[in-house]
């Protein structure tokens, strides 16, 4: 079956442009979730949403980073005024109910971000 | 302190070999452990959750000790394949990964 997908694959833009950066989850899966990832790191938490909902922003790095998500289905992260420390692969994992971490996260192939 | 660390590695074993990565956690509410298996360039796949009593997946074999507040993975048999970065990750109401721990098996 359609696991997680994310687009664009990759995304190079320059200092100071805004970014849209999209996931659609698996069918069905209500709760999505977005992490950040820089190179030789781990993930840092971003954001997730139970449904359309956000209940927890708390890794939202900076006013500049905002996310949305319509229909209980995809899910747009939007960065704007990129600065060259965004530059790190945006992944997007989904699960099936609750956003409590306890459930299996599937994730997508993300979206290597480079900011010149 | 970090929530959940790692020993980076590498860690560099030949075939066949045995090996093992222990990933602590800092939170004793932690509820749920996971470790996750990351080809290069690739997004994290999960390997195997990890149960209070300890679980087997072939030559995979996940522990939990809530006591020290760590969990471990040992790999039996190393295969070439298994040349990844392993990442473990913790449910504090959210999933906290650790940085991961390169593994290279070599022939």
């Known amino acids: 079956g359609a696991g997680v997908s994310q687009s664009p694959s990759n995304k190079v833009t320059e200092k100071g442009k805004d970014v849209e950066l999209r996931c659609d989850p698996i069918s069905g899966h209500t709760a999505l979730y977005w992490y950040r990832q820089s190179l030789g790191q781990g993930l840092e938490f971003l954001i997730y949403?139970?449904?359309?909902?956000?209940?927890?922003k708390s890794g939202l790095p900076s006013d500049r980073f905002s996310a949305e998500r319509t229909g209980g289905s995809v899910s747009t992260l939007t960065i704007q005024r990129t600065q060259q420390e965004d530059s790190a692969v945006y992944l997007c994992?989904?699960?099936?109910?609750?956003?409590?971490?306890?459930?299996?996260?599937?994730f997508g192939p993300g979206t290597r971000l480079l900011v010149l | 302190r970090k929530e959940v660390e790692q020993d980076p590695g590498p860690f560099n074993v030949p075939e066949g070999a045995t090996v093992a990565f222990n990933c602590t956690y800092s939170?004793?509410?932690?509820?749920?452990f996971f470790w996750y298996r990351q080809d290069c360039r690739k997004e994290p796949k999960l390997l195997m959750s990890v149960y209070s009593s300890g679980n087997e997946d072939g030559r995979f074999t996940a522990q939990l000790n809530r006591a020290s507040q760590y969990i471990s993975l040992l790999i039996r048999d190393s295969k070439l394949s298994d040349s990844a970065t392993y990442l473990c990750a913790v449910n504090i109401n959210k999933l906290v990964f650790g940085a991961g721990t390169i593994l290279r098996v070599k022939s």
């Open positions: 949403f139970q449904g359309n909902s956000a209940p927890d």
């Open positions: 939170n004793s509410a932690s509820q749920s």
């Open positions: 994992a989904s699960s099936l109910q609750s956003g409590t971490g306890q459930e299996t996260q599937y």
